[in-house]
């Protein structure tokens, strides 16, 4: 069975680190793609940025409001994507959301973790 | 960016009867490579993450009801539900994976009159 378990949500100071992560399993996680996305309250879902996989070069895109402050990397022995947020802002609160990119047949998105909170506040 | 605006921003539909939602994209999402719109329909309910419903435009993603169903090309785009039923109750995304970065629709929230 497919799964993603996203993780390290929580209460945060503005400027500060946080690193999430989303653990896969059920698939083998070296030849997807993995995107992350996030739903502030109130407002609608947007994607943050994705990694490729390696047979794609393990590049990375991320969206205007986070390029140069969150960093996506992964480790494919562990099966784990990563989140590095940094220089957190309150407009960063929301629920955060991996999921899996089938890259050779581009489909949208199958699979998602549940999701982790992210609350950034003093 | 392409900016996707869905409309309604809100439904309500009785039992059985018809939803109709539409998607209009700033530009075309169509990728002319293999012919496929990179548009993307999703479900959310309260504390869920995203279902996706719909991918290519049309093609139903497996395990949703038939009564789903996606349609359109280029820039305009609809997601039928063809009778509404209870569980239908959600927010309902057009996303587009055409190009970075990825965008949805603002989201058409569903309900039952």
């Known amino acids: 069975e497919v799964q993603l378990v996203e993780a390290g949500g929580g209460l945060v100071q503005p400027g500060r680190s946080l690193r999430l992560s989303c653990t896969a399993a059920?698939?083998?996680?070296?030849?997807?793609?993995v995107s992350w996305f996030r739903k502030a309250p109130g407002k609608g879902l947007e994607w943050v940025g994705f990694?490729?996989?390696?047979?794609?070069?393990?590049?990375?895109e991320y969206a205007a409001s986070v390029r140069g402050r969150f960093t996506i990397s992964r480790d494919d022995s562990k099966s784990i994507a990563y989140l590095q947020m940094a220089s957190l802002k309150t407009e960063d609160t929301a629920v955060y959301y991996c999921?899996?990119?089938?890259?050779?047949?581009?489909?949208?998105?199958?699979?998602w973790g549940q999701g982790t909170l992210v609350t950034v506040s003093s | 960016d392409v900016v996707m605006t869905q409309s309604p921003d809100s439904l309500a539909v009785s039992l059985g009867e018809r939803a109709t939602i539409n998607c209009k994209s700033s530009?075309?999402?169509?990728?002319?490579?293999?012919?496929?719109?990179?548009l993307a329909w999703y479900q959310q309910k309260p504390g869920q993450p995203p279902k996706l419903l719909i991918y290519?435009?049309?093609t139903r993603e497996s395990g949703v009801p038939d009564r789903f169903s996606g349609s359109g090309s280029g820039t305009d785009f609809t997601l039928t539900i063809s009778s509404l039923q209870a569980e239908d109750v959600a927010v309902y995304y057009c996303?587009?994976?055409?190009?970075?970065?990825?965008?949805f629709g603002q989201g058409t929230e569903v309900e039952i009159k």
């Open positions: 990694i490729r996989s390696k047979a794609y070069g393990e590049t990375t």
């Open positions: 999921s899996r990119d089938i890259l050779w047949v581009r489909k949208g998105y199958d699979y």
């Open positions: 996303q587009q994976f055409y190009t970075t970065p990825e965008t």
């Open positions: 059920g698939f083998t996680f070296g030849d997807y793609g």
């Open positions: 530009r075309s999402v169509l990728n002319s490579s293999n012919n496929k719109n990179y």
């Open positions: 290519w435009a049309s």
